[in-house]
Nanobody, 124 residues
Framework: QVHLVESGGGSVQTGGSLRLSCAASGFTFENYNMGWFRQAPGKEREFVSTISWSGGSQGYADSVKGRFTISRDNAKGMVYLQMNSLRSDDTAVYYC?????????????????WGQGTQVTVSS
């Protein structure tokens, strides 16, 4: 059974940092690109970042480029999102997701399984 379990969310002040983790199980992790999306109240789910199956390529939304870093550990079945210089508009529920390996994608419909999400709240 496929599982994606996010952790590491919480409350932080503007300018602070958080590191999200996603533990994957129930499938061959190396066969999938991984990604992070987020959804703020009243808004649609939006792409944040993605990483190739090998970890060799990454993609970012313009809004987080230079502040967020995605990484993965295939030996552990883990994917991470290091978030620095957090702003109030980063407040959202963050979701871990997977897509079959291939070229990097950033559309929600390209990803086929989602975690339950972890809340990130940034306040001044």
């Amino acid at each position: 059974q496929v599982h994606l379990v996010e952790s590491g969310g919480g409350s932080v002040q503007t300018g602070g940092s958080l590191r999200l983790s996603c533990a994957a199980s129930g499938f061959t992790f190396e066969n999938y690109n991984m990604g992070w999306f987020r959804q703020a109240p009243g808004k649609e789910r939006e792409f944040v970042s993605t990483i190739s199956w090998s970890g060799g390529s990454q993609g970012y939304a313009d809004s987080v480029k230079g502040r967020f870093t995605i990484s993965r550990d295939n030996a552990k079945g883990m994917v991470y999102l290091q978030m620095n210089s957090l702003r109030s508009d980063d407040t959202a529920v963050y979701y871990c997701t997977r897509a079959p390996k291939g070229f990097l994608r950033n559309g929600a419909s390209d990803f086929d399984f989602w975690g339950q999400g972890t809340q990130v709240t940034v306040s001044s």
